[in-house]
């Protein structure tokens, strides 16, 4: 119970939450001067909500997931996420927190190409000094179906395999978040739907908090709760007061459960 402030006892308003922003600003650099990204944004996020993000290219979904997942350091406001404080971390200290609270799906895999399927998955846990790195990543591999592709090369497998492998990676350490940004754009619908199945699937079975950010509105329903961002703010929200006890950690399996 690694979500909850005290005791086991305690629900609902006394929770941490899963996603904390509190007037969050994004500026970046850029040749043509200092560029805008997030503009004093705010979210809170309960442990096991699955949360669509929804927004015109370059409204900053993105760039929101980035400070979120510990990918990129805000320029100011607060962070906190799976009982973290994020602000003013270092990168080493970042990247510690990613590895053991976070998972993170990008539309394009970014799987290491000179590993194999197996030794992809294993990395985050062999970081992490775990001993069991490459039975634990195996069973990974076993749960989105590619335990016959552990000694596969990322070019020797296709498009939706190597999703599935970046997916068992996401979650073989069982994160309190799971991230995932546009994670079927680089698939052909019948696969995307299969990489979507599995993504909500793994996600019941982890009872994570579940971060989507995607442009299909038919993915987005699948979600407890979507988010709608505009130049770089929150402009819509389905559920700002919508806490469900019982999407924590639940044994309930949510929508897709089931589909594999
Ligand atoms: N490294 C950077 N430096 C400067 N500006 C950036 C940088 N990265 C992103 N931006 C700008 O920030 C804005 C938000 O980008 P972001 O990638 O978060 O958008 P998005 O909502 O994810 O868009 P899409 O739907 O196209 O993926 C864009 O205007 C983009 O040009
Ligand atoms: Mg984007």
């Known amino acids: 119970m690694r979500a909850l402030t005290k005791s086991a006892t305690q629900e609902g308003p006394t929770r941490t939450p899963s996603i904390l922003l509190e007037n969050v600003h994004l500026t970046l650099a850029s040749a043509a001067g200092p560029v805008n990204i997030l503009n004093g944004l705010s979210l809170t996020v309960e442990p096991g909500e699955a ?46 927190f990613r590895r053991e609270h976070v998972g993170i799906v990008f539309q394009s895999f970014h799987l290491v190409p000179t590993m194999t399927a197996l030794e992809n998955v294993a990395v985050p846990l062999e970081l992490l000094g775990r001993s069991d790195a490459f039975a634990r990543a195996e069973e990974a591999l076993a749960h989105v179906g590619l335990d016959h592709r552990l000694e596969h090369y990322p070019g020797q497998l ?12 996401a979650i073989v350490h069982e994160p309190e978040v799971l991230f995932a940004d546009e994670p079927t754009g680089n698939l052909d619908g019948a ?5 979507v199945d599995l993504l909500f699937s793994l996600r019941a079975r982890a009872r994570a908090t579940l971060f989507l950010v995607t442009h299909e509105e038919a ?11 505009k130049d770089g703010l929150i402009v819509a929200d389905s559920g700002a007061a919508a806490a469900p006890s019982t999407a924590s950690r639940s ?3 949510v929508n897709g459960e089931g589909s594999l």
């Open 219 to 229: 993915l987005a329903a699948r979600c407890d709760r979507i988010l709608r961002m």
């Open 191 to 195: 696969t995307g739907a299969a990489i």
């Open 51 to 96: 949360v669509a993000l929804l927004g015109p290219s370059g409204s900053g979904k993105s760039s929101l997931l980035m400070v979120a997942a510990g990918l990129e350091n805000a320029s100011a406001g607060r962070v906190s996420v799976a009982g973290r404080v994020l602000s003013g971390m270092d990168e080493d200290a970042l990247a510690r």
């Open 158 to 169: 296709s498009g939706g395999e190597q999703q599935r492998v970046a997916l068992a990676r």
């Open 251 to 253: 044994p309930s399996p």
